[in-house]
T-cell receptor, first 111, second 113 residues
Framework: GIQVEQSPPDLILQEGANSTLRCNFSDSVNNLQWFHQNPWGQLINLFYIPSGTKQNGRLSATTVATERYSLLYISSSQTTDSGVYFCAVDGRETSGSRLTFGEGTQLTVNP | KAGVTQTPRYLIKTRGQQVTLSCSPISGHRSVSWYQQTPGQGLQFLFEYFSETQRNKGNFPGRFSGRQFSNSRSEMNVSTLELGDSALYLC????????????FGPGTRLTVT
């Protein structure tokens, strides 16, 4: 099956700093989503981005499907950005929908 | 529009028992998927349902099963619980089957003692 690798596994920032999280995947995808998992465990949708670039406030994402990677940019980070960020993909070899998740990036933003 | 709801939110069971978890998708969504999250294995796909039919199944033993009702609500059942089944179980809904954006519920945290 498709493999998803996220880097870095851990990231510690000072408030106000910018960061880039990376997601590499091993095969063509139909779907790619970025999530933020809150302290209570719920996955919050950030982007649905199988290709191209999107922006939402301080967050933006780019997926280069031909090179099999996606980047999540966080600008002017805030303490509330802390948590685990997951990339998840749905490979083209599957019918229906079946997300494969990376192991996540644990982000800590210090005041 | 209300989000995905899951009940119960927390559950404690004993080894050997069985458990049923419930998921109500976003109104109008017809596809429901289930995922298990553990510290050791991360987030893993369990199964996907659409039109009351299982469309996809992950690599889990037969003790894990599910179903979907005509109103798109879904249940998953785990029989003969093992300690390793302790996990956060997440349900996701999407508009229809296929690679559409998935929206997750708050999860059910199951502890097996």
């Amino acid at each position: 099956g498709i493999q998803v690798e996220q880097s870095p596994p851990d990231l510690i920032l000072q408030e106000g700093a910018n960061s880039t999280l990376r997601c590499n995947f091993s095969d063509s995808v139909n779907n790619l989503q970025w999530f933020h998992q809150n302290p209570w465990g719920q996955l919050i949708n950030l982007f649905y981005i199988p290709s191209g670039t999107k922006q939402n406030g301080r967050l933006s994402a780019t997926t280069v499907a031909t090179e099999r990677y996606s980047l999540l940019y966080i600008s002017s980070s805030q303490t509330t950005d802390s948590g685990v960020y997951f990339c998840a993909v749905d490979g083209r070899e599957t019918s229906g929908s079946r997300l494969t998740f990376g192991e996540g990036t644990q982000l800590t933003v210090n005041p | 529009k209300a989000g995905v709801t899951q009940t119960p939110r927390y559950l404690i069971k004993t080894r050997g028992q069985q458990v049923t978890l419930s998921c109500s998708p976003i109104s109008g969504h017809r596809s429901v998927s289930w995922y298990q999250q553990t510290p050791g294995q991360g987030l893993q796909f369990l199964f996907e349902y659409f039109s009351e039919t299982q469309r996809n199944k992950g690599n889990f033993p037969g003790r894990f099963s599910g179903r979907q009702f005509s109103n798109s609500r879904s249940e998953m059942n785990v029989s003969t619980l093992e300690l390793g089944d302790s996990a956060l179980y997440l349900c996701a809904s999407s508009l229809t089957e296929g690679p559409y954006e998935q929206y997750f519920g708050p999860g059910t945290r199951l502890t097996v003692t």
